[in-house]
Every structure is written in C-alpha cells, then in structure tokens.
C-alpha cells in the first residue's frame, strides 16, 4: 500500500517512509492511497480477541512493509506490560439502555493520546530503520495539553530520537501543564508559547517548511518529523479502537454483527473522528458521526455550513485540548470526499492561509451532511453535565467527554433517532480536578496536585497512579517563546 501527499497525490511514499517524515515535503498530509475493506468475517475473528491481537490484525492491512511479528511485537509493548491500568486497554461501559463510553484515558498519560503514542515510536524507530536512515530524528510537536505529555512518554530515551513539545502558555490545565514540565528523559525538551494552541501549531508547521532550517538540521546528523495527528502513525492506531468498541458490544452480546451504532467525539484538531470515519469506511457499521466541539465551535459552523472560517473570537475553556481553530486533519477527510482532488485541497488550504477561511463545493458539503452530525457545549452547560452524571449514574467525567455527552443528548432530541451511541471519552477527570470539583459544588478548590486527592476523598475514586505521582515529581522545564522564537529554541535544544 502506497501513501500520498493530500496537496499532491503524485508524491507516494511506503508506510515506513509516511511515518518517517510525518508531513509531506508541500505541507500536506499522507494518507492511504486505497482504504482497506474488512472482510465478511473480520468482525466475528476479531470479537474473542485481545486489544493487542485487535490492534495487529487492523494495523497489518495498512502496513504492508511491517510483518505480522513485528506488529506484534510492538502491539505488546505499547498495550502491555502493565502500562495500562484495565487489562481491556480501552473499555467500553455502559451508561444506560443505549449509551455506551469508550474510555481511551487508562494508559500512562490518562488522555487518549497514549492510545496512538505508545504506538508510534515502535513504528517510527522501525521505519528509519527500514529506510536506514543514520540521523537523529528531531520530533517537534505541538499540543493542545494532552498529545504533548503523552509524547514525550512514549519517546523518552527512545534510541536516536529528540522530542521538543510546545504548548500554549495559560492554555492547558494546571496538571497538564505540571505533566510536561517534570517529564524525564534525557532527549527531551518542553516550552511554552506566548498565544494559544493556534500560534503553537502553525509555529511548528512554519518550521517543517523551513528549508534552510532542513539544511541546517541536516549538516547537524538531524531531520524532522512529527508525532502530532498530521502523522499518519498517530491516526491509524486510533482507527483500532473504534472497532474494538464495537467488538466489544458483540461480545458482551449488546449488538448484533451488523446492528448501526453512533459515535459521539469531542475533537478539535479533527483527528480523532477523522478514526472513526476510516473504521466506517473499513465497513464497521457507524449510522452517525457526531462531532462535538466547545465554544470554539468552528468544526461546528463548517458541518453544518460548508464554510470553514477561524476568523472568530477565540476562547479559553474548560476542555482546552479542543480550543483549537484550525483543525488539520480535516485536510484528509476534504482529499476523501473530493475524491482525491489534489489541486482541489491545495486551494482549500491556501485560501485557508491567505484569508483564513473556505468554502467546499456542493458535492462535498452533501457529503459531510450524510455523515456528520454536528454541536456545541459551553463551559456552564459542560459543568452541568458533570453533575448531572454524577448525581444520575455516578459516573465521573472530564469536561471534554461532558461536550460530546450534552452534543449527543442535543443530537438525539432533535433527530429523534435512538441508534445506540458510543461517547468517545477522551482524558481522566483528575486532570481537570478544579472544573470538576466545581461542578460537583465544590466552592474552594485546593492548589496544585492537592486538588487529586480534594477528588478523591470526594468521590471514593482513586486518582490514576501517574497523577497521583506528579506530587514527587521535580519540575525541570520552565522555557517561553514566541510564536516567532520557536526555531531557535529547536536548535537550542539540538546543540
């Protein structure tokens, strides 16, 4: 199976060389030339399986210069070992007659990034390998609070790799934040960026096209890639757990092989759901994909208009891993639905560079109707929402799973359709003890990692035992920049 570039489709690359260089030399994205279909039977093979068995036989379709053993191999690195609190890996409970969570925050990190990022680096390290690639590869990523703390664990001391996360500066929870900056290893580096997730992300792309920045990183034994969703090995890790969670339901005899489930994400950045596409592409059978954002509901306004404008307001929340204005993997979702109309992307995302907004054609805005369906929450509702879930079915949620909870519940009343729905839910509530705490009524919430255990003794629910280590860590990290000083911090960090 080939990858190609979304702005050029006649740049092919094996899956070892997308995952190597993470973002095409022309700033786009490679994805699958073909998508892979499940066989008739693949659903009832996978549905007595391990996650880890579950991850290979998904992963092995795409993955053609990657062996069987191999993905294994990785598969029981990244999922096994004890790095994940609940041996299913990523359970689904249910939370009433027909509504499911599928929680994705059990791993070392508790966020759903640790799903694809205790992935990643076997893939990444194994493709240079396959390519013989001698440099150092410098992984730049940007976050929006919990790519960046999951990253830098499953990079930490990784042979012949150097991670450098940025995030955005008063943009990311008081536990996210202090998760980065005590991050061990010793190839690896954190810094804060004066403006929001925005600013983080278009630095870092800026520097992927830094031709001279290239040359530079060369001549030094280094070159870029990314372990940001832009990378087609941070997505396709995600796909497996979309049909996991319907294995699951056919194993706990819930579903029927066959029977329509909706899905209901929160996601700012798009790649998240963008998974759950491809699975119902794959032929898992998704009825909806809800897409649900906070007040920073650009994702939202384009689902439901065509128009995809980020010359709006935007605003801090309290589920700050989707204040995000410019979600780049919607470029990979626009390559599908136009059919892989390269020039058609390029000038979606030039326009989209030059004025900040665009506006997809008519086939493609039918599409997006078909498939999605569309919301938003605020913060009062969202905290709502988790008092209500405590108080009716004493179940603790973050405030980003609180978003898509309320989305699918406006979904629902307006559509009348009673599918069975799984909410994708996306980070431990004991990272955002004091929106949690505040919404439980809570008045004064303590400082620092003393809101852990506030939660705790609360609730009767342990914090997870990474958070709860926080407390012993030393904060090694304390750099800032602007958007403008990121390239040097880059080569600070190499030299």
């Not at 034994?221 to 087609?232: D, E, K, M, P, V």
């Not at 609180?402 to 004991?430: N, W």
Request: charged letters at 20%.
């Amino acid at each position: 199976m080939y990858y190609v570039s979304t702005r050029n489709k006649g740049d092919r690359r094996t899956a070892s060389e997308a995952i190597e260089k993470g973002l095409a030399v022309d700033g786009g994205l490679m994805t699958p030339e073909v998508l892979p279909k499940l066989s008739h039977n693949a659903l009832d093979t996978m549905r007595d399986m391990s996650y880890q068995q579950r991850a290979v036989y998904v992963m092995n379709a795409y993955l053609d210069d990657f062996t069987s053993s191999e993905l294994t191999a990785y598969a029981a690195k990244a999922y096994g070992g004890g790095k994940f609190d609940v041996k299913e890996v990523a359970p689904v409970r249910q939370v009433d007659s027909n509504t499911y969570c599928l929680e994705l925050w059990h791993g070392p990190t508790c966020a759903f990034k640790d799903m694809a990022l205790q992935m990643l680096p076997h893939l990444l390290t194994a493709s240079l390998k396959k390519n013989q690639e001698t440099k150092t590869v410098c992984i730049l990523v940007a976050t929006s609070g919990d790519t960046g703390k999951a990253a830098l664990e499953g990079f930490r001391d990784v042979d012949k790799t150097r991670i450098l996360v940025f995030y955005p500066k008063d943009g990311v929870s008081a536990i996210q934040e202090l998760q980065m900056n005590t991050q061990e290893g010793e190839n690896v580096g954190v810094c804060s960026v004066v403006g929001n997730f925005d600013d983080a992300q278009t630095g870092v792309k800026k520097l992927f096209s830094d031709a001279s920045l290239r040359e530079l990183l060369e001549n030094m034994g280094f070159f870029l890639s990314s372990a940001n969703s832009i990378n087609w090995g941070r997505v396709l890790p995600q796909i497996v757990y979309y049909i996991s969670a319907y294995c699951d339901l056919m194993r706990e005899e819930k579903i029927q092989k066959g029977d329509p489930v909706n899905v209901c994400v929160p996601t700012g950045n798009f790649g998240n759901i963008l998974a759950a596409y491809y699975a119902k592409e794959m032929g898992v059978p998704i009825k909806k994909l809800i897409c649900a954002s906070n007040s920073n509901n650009v994702l939202t306004d384009f689902l439901k208009t065509g128009i995809y404008d980020r010359n709006r307001t935007f605003y801090n929340t309290m589920s700050p891993s989707m204040d995000i204005l410019i979600s780049s993997n919607l470029e990979r979702m626009l390559f599908a639905l136009s059919g892989h109309d390269d020039a058609q992307v390029r000038e979606y995302m030039a326009q989209l560079n030059e004025t900040g907004r665009y506006e997809v054609s008519k086939s493609i805005k039918d599409q997006l109707g078909k498939l999605f369906a569309s919301g938003y929450c605020d913060d009062a509702q969202t905290q709502k929402v988790i008092g209500a879930m405590w108080k009716g079915h004493h179940y603790l949620i973050d405030p980003h799973t609180a978003v898509a909870f309320d989305v699918l519940d406006q979904y629902r009343k307006e559509s009348g359709d009673t599918t069975p729905a799984i909410v994708v839910s996306t980070a431990s509530p004991f990272k955002f003890c004091d929106n949690v705490l505040g919404a439980l009524g809570v008045s004064h919430v303590v400082e620092g990692t003393g809101a852990l255990d506030q939660l705790s003794k609360l609730t009767g629910i342990s914090a997870p035992a990474p958070l709860a280590g926080l407390k012993e860590k030393r904060v090694r990290f304390h750099q800032s920049v602007t958007k403008e000083h990121m390239k040097e911090q880059v080569l600070e960090m190499l030299l």
